[in-house]
Nanobody, 121 residues
Framework: QLMESGGGLAQAGDSLRLSCAASIEFFTNYHMGWFRQAPGKEREFVAAIDSSGTKDYYGPSVKGRFFISRDIYKKMVYLQMNSLKAEDTAIYYC????????????????WGQGTRVTVSS
């Protein structure tokens, strides 16, 4: 019920925007987030936005470079990624949960299939 798009190849310093289409009933009741998993590493929290779209939160490795937003009418969530680095290379997953704490704790109800981002240095 979550489908990511927008991944691909980029060079260090480039920007990419990931999109997540949500076919969740009562979308506005859900907090949304992005996680990523790099090869050989554990899944990592990237960003989250609350159900109202007024509060956002970022992982330390992306804060100031990545920005999350949502469009409640289109049921879309976006991750704008700027100043990309080679270490941003990962599969990025869109996720949703009705509980903010669960969302941040990687205990989410819904997950997308992921979209791959590869950044060359």
């Amino acid at each position: 019920q979550l489908m990511e798009s927008g991944g691909g190849l980029a060079q260090a310093g480039d920007s990419l925007r990931l999109s997540c289409a949500a076919s969740i009933e009562f979308f506005t009741n859900y907090h949304m987030g992005w996680f990523r998993q790099a090869p050989g590493k554990e899944r990592e929290f990237v960003a989250a936005i609350d159900s109202s779209g007024t509060k956002d939160y970022y992982g330390p490795s992306v804060k100031g470079r990545f920005f999350i937003s949502r469009d409640i009418y289109k049921k879309m969530v976006y991750l704008q990624m700027n100043s990309l680095k080679a270490e941003d290379t990962a599969i990025y997953y869109c996720t949703a949960d009705s509980d903010w704490g669960r969302l941040l704790a990687d205990l989410n109800e819904y997950w997308g299939q992921g979209t791959r981002v590869t950044v060359s240095s």
